[in-house]
């Protein structure tokens, strides 16, 4: 039943968009400091120090051990690509959202990014933004009902359905 609020109420939509603006905002802002300081580098706390301090759970034990070996073993020797990766992606996320663009998709993005700063020990406002995103995620087009995806999503839909139609009388 709630879930078919989200989906298909109007007054969903708004209040979506409300939450949509300041998730959007939250990660433009972000993006936006990091590309504007134009020296950012992933591999200080982000990599270097997810790695010498992991999570730890109450017994001691490191509770992401892969996602601290991604790091150790992908992502710091590969730190060139994640100073770009962050920062465009924080900015690009923030701009889909706040326009109301491929929502569902900058939400899902906004969601692994979130993750991955939780997993890394950040906590800040990330539990905040996850829960937003997951009711974006949730509403799916209702989302972006009040924004571009208005008019991209259905442009989507009629141009891979033209595409689908065409492969289909190719291959009988």
Known sequence: MFNRFLRENKIAAAILTVVRLYLGY????????????????????LLKGAIANPVKGPD?????A???GFLKHFALPNAHLF????????FL??????????????????LVM????VMAGTISTNALCILLGVFIIAAGFNA?????DRWVIP????????????????SA
């Open 83 to 90: 100073n770009t990766i962050v920062p465009l992606g924080e």
């Open 114 to 117: 979130n993750f991955s700063y």
């Open 66 to 68: 892969t996602y601290v």
């Open 144 to 148: 972006g009902r009040i924004g571009l």
């Open 93 to 110: 996320v923030g701009l889909g959202l706040i326009l109301g663009c491929l929502t569902t998709a900058a939400a899902f993005f906004a």
């Open 60 to 64: 001691g034990s490191i509770v992401y």
């Open 26 to 45: 939250e990660f433009l802002i972000a993006g936006y400091h990091k590309l504007a300081a134009g020296g950012f580098d992933t591999s200080g706390f």
């Open 155 to 170: 442009f989507i839909r009629k141009t891979t359905a033209k595409d689908h139609n065409t492969v289909e009388k190719l």
